[in-house]
Antibody, heavy 120, light 110 residues
Framework: QLQLQESGPGLAKPSETLSLKCTVSGASISNSDYSWGWIRQSPGKGLEWIGTIHYSGTTHYNPSLKSRVAISIDTSKSRFSLNLSSVTAADTAVYYC????????????WGQGLLVTVSS | QSALTQPPSASGSPGQSVTISCTGTSTDIGAYNSVSWYQQHPGKAPKFMIFDVSKRPSGVPDRFSGSKSGNTAFLTVSGLQTEDEADYYCASHAASNTFIFGGGTKLTVL
């Protein structure tokens, strides 16, 4: 059974870079049919797609976040990462890692989520 | 890239049916048969309920069904049960290999 586990600091300072990792177990991160992505949910708000990365390294990002987002992948460690730069309080959210079909299709698997608070 | 439009709330009594709409544009829902739906209970990660407009992953009850007409998708929950009370989100593949969610609908089982 595929499992996704987010890890990283639960607190980030304004203007700094938020860095999270997602470890994949129970399935190959190198399966060409899927991409690995990040989705966030601000407190009391809806879901927002951040972007995905394919094992080949191909990335796709939400246009509204593209200038601040970088997603990378380490297939040897079965892990992928999110870097979000110049964070503000508006980036406070639960961050989910996920597996999506293709480059940006349905989300078949979700991590449990990690709350990241941006505050000085 | 604006969020897909969903009604903020919907409700029904146990045993009844309720339909939630999700309106997009010709560059997302109208362009692709890649609409999906997710159920989220408070404090939990979303659960994958419908994909490719109307297909159900294994384990999802057939009380949940999806459809699409033009730029609008629909999720119907038949035979409402108390455990169906949750937030529901639609989503769609969109232009330039992006992905977009709806704003969410809170379903109340009266």
């Amino acid at each position: 059974q595929l499992q996704l586990q987010e890890s990283g600091p639960g607190l980030a300072k304004p203007s700094e870079t938020l860095s999270l990792k997602c470890t994949v177990s129970g399935a190959s991160i190198s399966n060409s049919d899927y991409s690995w992505g990040w989705i966030r949910q601000s407190p009391g708000k809806g879901l927002e797609w951040i972007g995905t990365i394919h094992y080949s390294g191909t990335t796709h990002y939400n246009p509204s976040l593209k200038s601040r987002v970088a997603i990378s992948i380490d297939t040897s460690k079965s892990r992928f990462s999110l870097n979000l730069s110049s964070v503000t309080a508006a980036d406070t959210a639960v961050y989910y890692c996920a597996r999506q079909r293709g480059y940006a299709d349905y989300v078949g698997y979700w991590g449990q989520g990690l709350l990241v608070t941006v505050s000085s | 890239q604006s969020a897909l439009t969903q009604p903020p709330s919907a409700s029904g009594s146990p045993g009844q049916s309720v339909t939630i709409s999700c309106t997009g544009t010709s560059t997302d829902i109208g362009a692709y048969n890649s609409v999906s739906w997710y159920q989220q209970h408070p404090g939990k990660a979303p659960k994958f309920m419908i994909f490719d407009v109307s297909k159900r992953p294994s384990g999802v009850p057939d009380r949940f069904s999806g459809s699409k007409s033009g730029n609008t998708a629909f999720l119907t929950v038949s035979g409402l049960q108390t455990e169906d009370e949750a937030d529901y989100y639609c989503a769609s593949h969109a232009a330039s290999n992006t992905f977009i969610f709806g704003g969410g609908t809170k379903l109340t089982v009266l």
